[in-house]
């Protein structure tokens, strides 16, 4: 797909050159075409008779710590080998272009910090933030997982230093409840903000999936970027559909936001 700027719908392109106060809210499409796989993607190699949200919850950390946590190693490892793709960077580029931009996101890598953006508001966690799971102590994980786990790879938690309880991934499980600071913080800016855009998440993840329909409710122009259409293309005021990392360049230029490249 080539994307020029007669392909970005002139009203959109002028919502974000007016805009002062932008909230970007990703999901996992934008990692994708960084390379790192979906949730919902099936799971390969040895890690392919496991099921992904069977794992993804305290009660299987529970029983299996090792199986989960060697899971999750295996996910921070190709967070870590993966970089930020031009959706990224372009997300990055709005904030030093004078609006306030608030980036919003469901992914657990920390791609937008390493492409430039600050602070990021992870509503299901991080990868990178693991923590005790009795006491809550913040644990700081190795640089790189330890021997570069492969799939399959079965891995014991450490110990947490301060009540010796097993140290546990730092995402948000199901039946877990969003952090009530990067949500109240999400939900806030929502409401604030001139223009929401809404990149490469199916709509379909609730709560997160609220802060578009709340951006609307207050009068904010609302775009969407996703390659397939969602439940937010009949209210969202512009869809793209197409690869961010093409789109949301696209869209910096046709803004006047950026001239080339």
């Known amino acids: ?136 102590q913040p644990w700081r994980p190795e640089a790189d997982p330890p021997e570069d786990p492969g799939e399959g790879r079965r891995i014991m938690p450490p110990a947490c230093g301060a009540c010796g309880a097993p140290v546990r991934p730092g995402v948000v499980w199901f039946g877990e409840s969003l952090p009530a600071r990067a949500w109240q913080e999400a939900r806030g800016a929502a409401e604030r903000c001139d223009l929401l855009l809404s990149v490469g998440t199916s709509a379909l993840v609730y709560p997160a999936a609220e802060l578009p329909l709340l951006a609307l409710s207050k009068g904010a122009v609302v775009a969407q970027v996703n390659p397939a259409a969602t439940p937010l293309d009949a209210r969202a005021h512009h869809n793209l559909h197409g690869p961010a990392a093409t789109l949301l360049p696209a869209l910096l230029r046709a803004s006047g936001l950026r001239h080339s490249g």
Do not use: K
Request: hydrophobic letters at 45%.
């Open 1 to 136: 797909m080539t994307t020029t700027h007669q392909d970005i719908p002139p009203a959109l392109a002028r919502a974000l050159r007016e805009a002062r106060r932008i909230v970007v809210f990703t999901g996992a499409g934008v990692s994708a075409e960084s390379g790192i796989a979906t949730f919902r993607d099936a799971l390969t190699g040895l890690w392919s008779r496991f099921d992904a949200q069977a794992l993804a919850t305290p009660e299987a950390f529970r029983a299996h710590p090792d199986v989960v946590w060697g899971w999750y190693e295996w996910r921070r490892a190709q967070s870590l080998r993966a970089r930020p793709n031009p959706a990224h960077l372009a997300i990055a580029e709005l904030a030093r272009r004078g609006a306030e931009v608030t980036v919003v996101t469901q992914n657990v890598d920390d791609l937008h910090e390493r492409a430039g953006s600050a602070g990021v508001l992870h509503l299901h966690g991080s990868l990178h933030a693991p923590r005790c799971s009795a006491c809550g």
